[in-house]
């Protein structure tokens, strides 16, 4: 990963820059919107970072020194480096490679399974799926339509959202932010922030469809996706294996948020 020079100015800027252990950092207080839990984020690490296990316990304790009160770390990782125990992943983005051969041509489609562009009238049923995965991804939280992260996505100018049908009936949604930044390296890239599929049987050629239509409504930018990693065993392990499903097909890990306590 590597930081704009206007990134490292303005975090310098606004004292959000620092060092742990001879590497450099970028941290500040951003705290979960879905859980509430009190967050230090470290947007940006020197590379060799993650690497030291000495540097990332220096990390944790250079952020106590600076007087944040929070109840856990994340630090951006990038690629698929793992980190030692206590960090977790808690956010990882993986990055489609825009092969030719894309997961829909290697899935039989059932009969009577499309994908079309959605409408205004769709935003309902829409909406009710980005509730519905954001509550999977989330267990137990009381995740309603009006939530910011449901509504923000929704009034994305660059949202793009595909319907699934099976024999003309809505199953399942995906949903692309076609004009987002990273706000470290500058990288415009777009992102597909859901696929949700309600009919079991066709789940796997209907999200291969979906993204499909996304990959190709895309051209020309970098396709991103995510994977939350619940806290709970049972989710954590489904979690863990989408994340395996995505990269042993287009996906690769671009990366990932890993947390620990504080």
């Known amino acids: 990963m590597t930081a704009t020079r206007e990134y490292l100015r303005q975090a310098a800027s606004a004292g959000l820059a620092d060092e742990a252990a001879g590497f450099g950092f970028v941290a500040d207080r951003c705290d979960d919107p879905f859980t509430g839990r009190r ?13 030291s296990p000495a540097a990332l316990e220096a990390l944790r304790t250079a952020l106590r020194a600076r007087g944040h009160e929070a109840d856990t770390v994340l630090l951006r990782v990038a690629g698929d480096h793992r980190l030692p125990t206590p960090w977790r992943p808690r956010l990882t983005y993986v990055r489609h490679d825009r092969s030719p051969a894309t997961g829909a041509g290697n899935t039989p489609s059932p009969a009577g399974l499309t994908v079309r562009r959605a409408t205004r009238a769709d935003d309902p049923r829409v909406r009710d799926w980005l509730v519905q995965a954001f509550r999977n991804a989330y267990p137990g939280q009381e995740i309603r339509s009006g939530h910011p992260g449901v509504a ?3 009034a994305a100018p660059g949202r793009l959202s595909f319907i699934a049908e099976l024999h003309g009936e809505p199953i399942g949604h995906g949903t692309v932010l076609t004009s987002e930044q990273d706000s470290v390296t500058g990288e415009e890239f777009a992102e597909l922030v859901d696929t949700l599929v309600d009919d079991a049987q066709s789940r796997r050629a209907a999200i291969a469809a979906l993204v499909a239509a ?13 994977v939350v990693h619940p806290y709970e065993p049972e989710a954590a392990r489904g979690a863990d294996s989408v994340l395996r499903a995505l990269v042993a097909g287009d996906w690769s890990v671009d990366h990932c948020f890993w947390e620990s306590p504080w």
């Open 39 to 51: 967050q230090v984020l470290v947007e940006y690490c020197d590379p060799g970072l993650p690497a």
């Open 152 to 154: 923000g996505i929704m």
């Open 214 to 226: 996304a990959v190709e409504a895309t051209e020309g930018r970098p396709l991103c996706g995510h």
